[in-house]
């Protein structure tokens, strides 16, 4: 049995470099203008990539190019420059969806290590051996596998590397081949530009007739019925001030079925979230990384394979984020909708504030302010050597006077008392956490 890698999003070089001290073994990263998340990439050319690449290469670890736009016609030469340039770079693969490009890469850059993204959609055994004969290394799977699934492709095709998303955002589509965003703002999301239509809420209105233009908001609840089917139960959307959401996905969380992943030999554990922040990337990062590291050291010395075997803390750090809900996919079943909200706040932690830097003189840390915290409030000091409870004895806002309270979009000094500072050798990647989290 191998330890699987932990992959994590890496939507810009700072958030590349949280993703590498809380635990990642590799991130991927969006190539400029041709990744699935070009609109909001950070890395923005190649002298990011460039840095970025030789980061993570200093620090033993691994940097993945996403270069998945499914390309039309009047890409097709950019893309293949862009891809030329990108590979000087030495990134350690190349991500890539379009067949085409899968082929010409094996022609015109035979070393260069493919993996096939979730956008190809790979869903069976005898797909994943077609791929790998053409000199694919890893394929990404689709979304949509239940476990025995995944681990049957493992079991049949024992030669290819296998990735598995086990955190973060699920489409309402086939792994992201969706037309809603074009069709609803004109940005095509097979181009890089989607807008999460489906994470909007909408409003329900009713007209008085097919030719009339004078729409009427509809008052209370409603249903959907399928009149083709009779005999299934209408399906009832709640709407609220907000809007309805129908088409929102709870997120995937897939910490109760990691053993078995380990135990299956999957080869990539990846985490969705190229767009989110740094706090939130840290603690899921450090959650996977110590479900992961728990449940291997566990079934090598002869443990059942159970949920069990994760740690209540990695529980926790996936509970001190916020997010859509959460479930296991389709890893454990058809997938749970969120009928009610695209967001559900953390209960088991909220940041209230990032580290910038640490004076060991004064043991003091100068903050950014994320949320509101006060003298009195509960707190832990967040690093990637763990959490710690800590004693807050002095505010100071970010005029250097002393205060009660600090706001957010604010910089602030936070005094703690002693009983932290051995924690202190990690203080740039550092997060004060608020466990009081009804305040």
Request: aromatic residues 8%; glycine residues 6%; charged residues 25%.
């Amino acid at each position: 049995m191998t330890k699987p890698e932990l992959l994590a999003p890496a939507g810009d070089l700072t958030r590349m470099k949280y993703a590498f001290a809380y635990g990642a073994d590799a991130v991927y990263a969006g190539q400029p203008a041709f990744s699935l998340r070009s609109r909001e990439n950070g890395f923005k050319n190649l002298n990011d990539l460039a840095e970025g690449i030789a980061y993570a290469h200093e620090h033993g670890k691994k940097f993945y190019l996403t270069s998945n736009v499914i390309a039309r016609n009047t890409k097709v030469e950019p893309f293949q420059k862009a891809l030329l340039a990108a590979l000087e770079l030495k990134p350690d693969a190349l991500i890539v969806a379009d067949a085409g490009f899968v082929g010409w890469l094996r022609k015109v850059s035979p070393e260069t290590e493919i993996h096939l993204s979730v956008q190809a959609n790979t869903t069976n055994y005898l797909t994943a051996q077609f791929w790998h004969d053409l000199g694919v290394r890893r394929i990404i799977l689709s979304r949509e596998l239940r476990l025995s699934e995944i681990l049957e492709i493992k079991e049949r095709v024992p030669g290819l590397e296998l990735e598995v998303f086990v955190h973060g955002a699920v489409c309402m589509a086939m792994s992201g081949r969706c037309m809603l965003s074009n069709w609803v703002t004109h940005r095509d999301a097979n181009q890089g530009a989607c807008d999460n239509s489906c994470r909007m809420p909408y409003r329900l209105y009713a007209n008085d007739g097919p030719q009339s233009e004078d729409y009427r908001e509809h008052e209370g609840n409603f249903s959907l019925q399928r009149t083709d089917r009779p005999e299934l139960d209408p399906v009832a959307l709640d709407e609220d001030t907000w809007g309805t959401y129908f088409m929102s996905s709870r997120d995937l969380c897939a910490l109760d079925v990691v053993p078995e992943l380990v135990k299956g030999g999957l080869d990539s554990f990846k985490i969705e979230g190229r767009t989110r922040s740094v706090y939130y990337l840290s603690q899921v990062v450090r959650a996977y990384r110590m479900a992961i590291d728990a449940s291997y050291e566990a079934l090598v010395a002869g443990a059942s394979c159970s949920a069990e075997l994760v740690p209540a803390e990695s529980r926790r750090a996936i509970s001190c984020v916020d997010g859509r809900g959460f479930m296991p996919g389709f890893l454990r079943g058809p997938l749970p909708q969120n009928y009610e909200s695209t967001h559900v706040p953390a209960d088991g932690g909220c940041v209230c504030a990032q580290v910038q830097r640490y004076d060991a003189a004064t043991n003091s840390f100068v903050v950014n302010v994320k949320n509101p915290f006060s003298m009195d409030d509960s707190l832990e000091l967040m690093t990637p050597s763990g959490m710690v409870a800590c004693e807050v004895t002095e505010l100071m806002d970010f005029r250097g006077a002393a205060a009660d309270r600090l706001n957010p979009g604010t910089e602030g000094r936070v005094f703690l008392s002693s009983n932290v500072s051995e924690n202190t050798q990690n203080a740039e990647f550092a997060f004060l956490v608020r466990t009081n989290t009804e305040k």
